[in-house]
């Protein structure tokens, strides 16, 4: 039966991560540009459905071409170095007052009920202030930057808060000192700052970019901080890229579980991102989400998912729950973000210094990105380190997929008394063998 509503399968298929990010906290980072070019209101909306979702948000703006045109129209021109100017009293007067008017236009969006409107019903307290701790960059290469700043510290205590009472907190790019004065700081790095300092769950950097690409052009789903690196030195100083890769770098580095680099072009980036297995951006995490290893009993119903459907096919010959959990030492898993979606098995015959290799699969979703080789290449390293010769494997389906892995083809006699007697005639699975020296 045709399903009439396609985004029902797609709210089923959310609701794990609607419950895994209830009570949670996200740092969101909203570029000026996509308040500039009218992203802004559609953004604030999706914040506000996670706000309802019970995700706990710290929404920080950046306010640099909004700047940049006051600037431009009362014929300033600032000082420039590595992406920073300098905030003299001029450009600060302009930097005050267009904080103020986007952080004023944030809250009055946030405020919208009206009917008809995705807001409607939906009771939101935005909150500012004082709670960003700031110092000067002081003079630099000789050069003054006057009341251009960095984060000294962010009043963590503070807003966890305002964040417990139901707030939403929102972060102008500014800070504070002890002495009283306001200091122009990167959106970016307040926003890092304040990840790290609230031990967020999440950092979300919406900038022009939609993530990171390798050198063929292809969207690179996942990064560690250490693979990052590169692309952050070879980044422009005080570009978008530079300023993002650097605040999720540090962020991972200090704690931060996950970063996520989104595009605000994109009008589903920051829900699809969230809401579904694979994402739409990079993240930058500490951990990989996509691990391989060891097989435990708590996965057993995550292999019956994946295998059920290759049994059905007839590819995979039906094992039971007990058989999984009395084998469950012999499996390996691919998993990704708590979803089982590839295994493997290697079944000892010690006697025969032979290994069968059994019950490879992974997930129709994620084929043709060389997990069965992965899979491969974890089992004959366990094999080798067993002091296995060789191992065989008996298949109907998949045949020049082993062929194109080393195996050949070979007669019953190769496998072991154990398998040989156990040998279904009526399935003709081919036996295929590959020599571990």
Not at 174 to 180: I, M
Not at 260 to 274: F, I, Q, V
Not at 394 to 402: A, G, M, N, Q
Not at 406 to 427: E, Q, S, T
């Amino acid at each position: 039966m045709k399903n009439r509503f396609p985004f029902v399968d797609w709210f089923r298929n959310s609701s794990p991560y609607i419950n895994a990010h209830r009570g949670r906290t996200f740092v969101i980072l909203i570029e000026g540009e996509a308040m500039a070019e009218g992203r802004g209101e559609q953004l604030l909306q999706d914040m506000a459905l996670l706000h309802t979702l019970g995700v706990r948000l710290v929404v920080v703006f950046g306010i640099r071409p909004q700047v940049q045109a006051a600037l431009s129209a009362a014929g300033i021109e600032p000082v420039r170095r590595d992406g920073r100017w300098v905030a003299d009293s001029e450009v600060m007067a302009h930097v005050e007052r267009t904080a103020a008017e986007q952080r004023l236009w944030l809250e009055a969006r946030l405020s919208l009920g009206l009917p008809n409107t995705p807001l409607h019903g939906v009771e939101l307290t935005a909150v500012s202030g004082n709670l960003v701790m700031a110092k000067p960059l002081g003079v630099r290469d000789g050069l003054d930057f006057d009341r251009s700043g960095e984060v000294r510290r962010v009043r963590a205590n503070a807003i966890k808060g305002l964040l417990e009472q139901g707030s939403l907190v929102v972060l102008p790019p500014l800070g504070f000192s002890s002495t009283g004065e306001v200091f122009d700081l990167d959106a970016s790095e307040v926003a890092q700052h304040a990840a790290v300092a609230l031990s967020a769950d999440k950092l979300i950097l919406l900038g022009e970019a939609d993530g990171l690409h390798d050198e063929s052009g292809a969207l690179q789903r996942q990064l560690t901080p250490a693979e990052a690196e590169p692309l952050y030195r070879q980044a422009t100083p005080g570009s978008e890229l530079s300023r993002h890769l650097g605040a999720a770098c540090d962020a991972a580095r200090h704690g931060v579980a996950r970063t996520h680099l989104l595009s605000w072009h994109d009008h589903d980036a920051l829900l699809g991102e969230l809401f579904t297995r694979d994402g739409v951006g990079t993240m930058i995490t500490q951990h990989r989400y996509e691990q391989l290893r060891p097989a435990e009993l708590g996965d057993v119903a995550g292999l019956l998912g994946l295998l059920e459907p290759l049994e059905r096919r007839g590819m995979l010959v039906a094992r039971s729950r007990e058989r999984l959990e009395h084998e469950i030492e012999d499996y390996i898993v691919i998993e990704r973000d708590g979803m089982v979606i590839g295994c493997a098995a290697l079944h000892t015959f010690g006697e025969e210094r032979l290994g069968e290799l059994a019950c490879v699969a992974v997930h129709d979703d994620y084929r043709g990105g060389k997990r069965g080789e992965l899979l491969l290449a974890e089992i004959e390293r366990r094999a080798r380190r067993r002091g296995l010769d060789s191992l065989f494997v008996l298949t109907t389906h998949t045949t020049h997929w082993f062929f194109e892995h080393g195996f050949r083809l070979d007669a019953i006699d190769v496998l072991p008394p154990l398998k040989r007697d156990a040998y279904n005639h009526a399935r003709k699975s081919k036996i295929l063998i590959k020599p571990l020296a």
